[in-house]
């Protein structure tokens, strides 16, 4: 599976981002998928997850109620709407991606099995 992340750029407080995942392969709806982001010096943080079926969905306390995970399984795409940016969004955003069907704490990045390239949000102050 490869994952190709986009949609990341430079907004202003306040402003609004949408990224997306667009993933290879055949079985994307039984993918679970997660969004983390990094900072240089910092751990690769959890931001948000969706089962498979997009069915259940998982947000760290620091984005809930301003970011929105969604997953499209007819394009094989996962999506991390975002809006009210603050500046400490400001980070390089990686989508992941996990296969099978065991239920996992989504919000740990090794249990994801594919990782894109990162796509920078910039938000300025």
Avoid at 27 to 43: C, I, V
Avoid at 47 to 71: C, E, H, L, M, P
Avoid at 91 to 99: D, H, I, M, V
Wanted: charged share 15%; proline share 2%.
């Amino acid at each position: 599976v490869q994952l190709q992340a986009s949609g990341g750029g430079l907004v202003q407080a306040g402003g609004s981002l949408r990224l997306s995942c667009a993933a290879s392969g055949p079985t994307f709806s039984s993918y679970a998928m997660g969004w983390f982001r990094q900072t240089p010096g910092k751990d690769r943080e959890f931001v948000a997850a969706i089962r498979g079926s997009g069915r259940n969905t998982y947000y760290s306390d620091s984005v809930k109620g301003r970011f929105t995970i969604s997953k499209d399984n007819a394009q094989n795409t996962v999506y991390l709407q975002m809006n009210s940016l603050k500046p400490e969004d400001t980070a390089l955003y990686y989508c992941a991606a996990r296969r099978g069907i065991a239920i996992v704490d989504l919000q740990l990045h090794h249990v994801y099995h594919y990782w894109g390239r990162g796509t920078q949000v910039t938000v300025s102050s």
